[in-house]
């Protein structure tokens, strides 16, 4: 199983980056896709997350500027992110999660299964 995510890189406030994350190897239908980030000397925080049946959740930060969602078609799974802040600098990182229920995402980061190698982002002027 792999997760590659991209997309990443530095911005100034106020601007706009898509991520995506590519998985292979496992049936992307079946999995609830996360994404996390994690700031220098900080711990992994969630970021939002989307079940494998499209339903969607976000931290209460990210609440209206981020988007969350998923093509199955592609397996890959997007996080547009939008009014990018300085504290939204980090590490992103896409999980999938195996689930039974379309309807189930999952909030816990040790409810995943897999986890990419995260792509840098940094905004800053």
């Known amino acids: 199983v792999q997760l590659v995510e991209s997309g990443g890189g530095l911005v100034q406030p106020g601007g706009s980056l898509r991520l995506s994350c590519a998985a292979s190897g496992l049936t992307f239908g079946s999995y609830a896709m996360g994404w996390y980030r994690q700031a220098p000397g900080k711990e992994r925080e969630l970021v939002a997350v989307?079940?494998?049946?499209?339903?969607?959740y976000y931290a209460d930060s990210r609440k209206g500027r981020f988007t969350v969602s998923r093509d199955n078609a592609k397996n890959t799974v997007y996080l547009q992110m939008n009014s990018l802040k300085p504290e939204d600098t980090a590490v992103y990182y896409c999980a999938a999660g195996v689930t039974v229920n379309s309807g189930t995402y999952l909030l816990r980061p040790d409810s995943y299964d897999y986890w990419g190698q995260g792509t840098q982002v940094t905004v800053s002027s």
């Open positions: 989307i079940s494998s049946g499209g339903s969607t």
